[in-house]
């Protein structure tokens, strides 16, 4: 059999034991640095690896979670366009579009004007139905649809009878003192 390197050196007397020992000695801890090092990167790659992970599951569930919400908002806008489809009431109900009476209402800050027949219009006024917006115009409802309606999304809901700002709660106690005072019959209001 083959004699190693180290032992041909020491057979030639090249080198002695002493320094065969110290270079063997020194070699095996290259080896264990070696195989210690190796260990540690693996932990490292591992440890990197887990965290890309963890951060491409968390953008996942944060990318999942909108797309959820995005679902439920287009699902209750489809809600709502059908609860107004269903239920609007018509505007000139069983009255010529020839007696048609302007109905003021305000969205948002801008007032807005409605054609509706004078029966509508009371109802209106009476609370029975509601002015809700539908994509760019706006639809009569009757008074529970509207309530639905709010309490899916309240900006939908332009005008209700019952719902009376304090402002024009206000006015209207401050208005009270007309009450005696006839009103005459050709004032529209």
């Known amino acids: 059999m083959a004699l190693s390197l180290q032992e041909q050196?020491?057979?030639a007397g090249l080198t002695d034991k002493k320094k065969a020992k110290q270079v063997r000695q020194q070699k095996n801890k290259q080896v264990k640095a070696q195989k210690n090092h190796n260990v540690v990167q693996t932990n490292e790659a591992k440890?990197?690896?887990?965290?890309?992970?963890?951060?491409?599951k968390a953008k996942d569930?944060?990318?999942n979670q909108k797309a959820k919400q995005e679902a439920e908002k287009k699902a209750l806008v489809?809600?709502?366009k059908q609860l107004i489809?269903?239920?609007?009431?018509?505007?000139f109900a069983g009255s010529k579009r020839e007696e048609e009476v302007v109905c003021n209402f305000t969205d948002g800050t801008i007032i807005k004007r409605m054609?509706?027949?004078q029966s509508t219009q009371k109802q209106i006024s009476q609370g029975k139905l509601a002015i809700v917006k539908?994509?760019?115009?706006?639809?009569?409802?009757?008074?529970?649809?509207?309530n639905k309606i709010s309490e899916r999304d309240e900006a939908i809901?332009?005008?209700?009878a019952d719902n009376i700002s304090e402002a024009d709660q206000k006015s209207s106690e401050e208005d009270d003192w007309y009450a005696e005072y006839d009103i005459p019959d050709d004032l529209n209001w």
């Open 61 to 63: 569930r944060e990318l």
């Open 157 to 160: 809901v332009v005008y209700r």
């Open 78 to 80: 489809a809600q709502i």
């Open 115 to 117: 054609y509706v027949s």
């Open 9 to 11: 050196l020491l057979k």
């Open 85 to 91: 489809e269903t239920n609007k009431q018509p505007k």
């Open 47 to 56: 440890l990197a690896a887990e965290k890309l992970i963890e951060a491409k």
């Open 134 to 146: 539908l994509n760019d115009g706006y639809e009569l409802v009757p008074m529970p649809v509207a």
